[in-house]
């Protein structure tokens, strides 16, 4: 009899999920929560959840961090320490329980870049790890960006989209851009002023007329390369606005057909409950017709900098199917003919939507990544596949 009760009593222990600690994304983060990370050799990626929650086996350890390089976790006054899984939201720290909620950092978690020194699209950028800065760990990378410095324009980004968690997402706040300390001459926030648009593209046009045309009804936005919606905290999302992360598009482009390639990779990498690897870059400078009817490139400085990319590019890449699929985006609303850089296979592949071929909101369509690399020879070789990524 007490044998049974007491089996009785392990199969509830075990059933009510008493034996593992669990930290739920939408429920238990908030701005000074401390970073969760892994070991792997000498490098301390980020951990990544399973669905809506980080999981941990009684006993079993986590490190957390906090971040910039002088924050620092509240109880114990050090910029990372190693936590122990007790039960449900309890862990040791030093000897000393703790819910959680009690772990925080002593200031929000910040994001921050760091230059590889390595050079990327064949020479015309250099490659930057965007991420967390913890004191005495190696930088914790989210995604990397391939930009231009001396013309402050972004090329491409590598991210991943995780899956088996990206619908149960904490959503993100209100962000800001910033340069992340970034060495530049651009003064960012003051070209992207619409204000600031409407001068310069009277001065690339020559006259307030021929500007009235495109700035009546849209603006250039500050088009992430890598979403912010891809993130699966909000301190992930805020590492998303750096300038080094961002190239001009025209709002109802950013909001119409990007906007929807940008929901079918995430609805992609959560039917496949894995991971995606996505490569989203920039491609050619956008020319518009000046009072002489000349085709004039577009940029947002007098010194040229800041180009206006004439198209957006984005390849989805699964790895355990070696499948991929290229999507371009015409930034460029005002056009009144298609264009195409390859051939358009979405219908082929269950990728297509109607708006996709409206102008209006960028013409948008498919392609294999072999043929896109073809045009824009900048794509990364780790973006290539065997095979096409159907959408079902």
């Keep these: 009899m007490l ?4 089996l009785l009593t392990c199969y ?18 908030n701005k000074r929560s401390p970073l969760l990370l892994e070991q792997k050799g ?8 399973d669905g809506s929650k980080f999981q941990w ?3 079993s350890g986590v490190l957390i961090g906090c971040s910039d390089a002088s924050n620092t976790i509240h109880k114990v006054r050090d910029h990372s320490a190693r936590i122990s899984c007790e039960r449900n939201q309890e862990f040791t720290l030093r000897n000393k329980k703790y819910q959680f909620s009690q772990l925080d950092c002593v200031a929000p978690v910040t994001s921050s870049i760091q230059s590889q020194n390595i050079s990327c699209a064949g020479g015309l950028g250099t490659l930057f790890n965007i991420g967390f800065e913890v004191k005495g760990l190696p930088f914790v990378k989210y995604f990397q960006s391939c930009y231009n410095v001396q013309d402050a324009s972004a090329i491409y980004t590598e991210h991943e989209i995780f899956g088996r968690s990206i619908d149960l997402a904490q959503r993100s706040g209100d962000h800001s851009f910033k340069t992340g300390g970034l060495a530049s001459k651009v003064r960012f926030s003051e070209v992207y002023l619409v ?7 009277e001065k690339l046009l020559g006259s307030e007329t021929e500007a009235k045309k495109y700035m009546s009804s849209t603006f250039l936005a500050k088009g992430h390369l890598t979403p912010d919606r891809d993130a699966l905290l909000d301190t992930w999302a805020a590492a998303t606005y750096f300038y080094i992360n961002a190239a001009p598009e025209w709002q109802v482009v950013n909001t119409g057909n ?27 400078v956008l020319q518009l017709p000046d009072v002489n009817r000349t085709m004039v490139p577009i940029t947002l400085t007098d010194k ?5 990319p004439k198209w957006f590019w984005k390849i989805l890449h699964h790895t355990k199917s070696d499948s991929a699929i290229a999507f371009v985006t015409l930034n460029n609303p005002f056009a009144s003919t298609k264009e195409y850089l390859c051939k358009n296979i979405c219908n082929m592949h269950g990728w297509d939507q109607q708006e996709f071929g409206d102008l209006s909101r960028g013409l948008t369509y498919c392609c294999t990544v072999k043929e896109l690399r073809s045009v824009i020879q900048s794509i990364p070789v780790s973006a290539d596949a065997k095979n096409v990524l159907k959408f079902g």
Excluded: H, M
């Excluded at 044998?3 to 007491?6: C, M, P, S, T, V």
């Excluded at 000498?42 to 959840?49: E, H």
């Excluded at 990007?258 to 995430?266: D, F, I, P, T």
């Design 3 to 6: 044998k049974a009760l007491f």
């Design 57 to 59: 086996r009684v006993g």
């Design 304 to 308: 040229s900098e800041i180009a206006v």
């Design 195 to 201: 204000a600031s648009q409407k001068d310069r593209l």
């Design 12 to 29: 509830i222990w075990f059933a009510s999920g008493a034996t593992q600690c669990s930290v739920d994304l939408q429920k238990n983060f």
């Design 42 to 49: 000498s490098t301390y990626p980020l951990q990544i959840p």
């Design 258 to 284: 990007w906007k929807r390639v940008e929901n079918a990779a995430r609805k992609r990498a959560e039917t496949l409950a894995d991971t995606i690897i996505v490569f989203t870059g920039v491609y050619d």
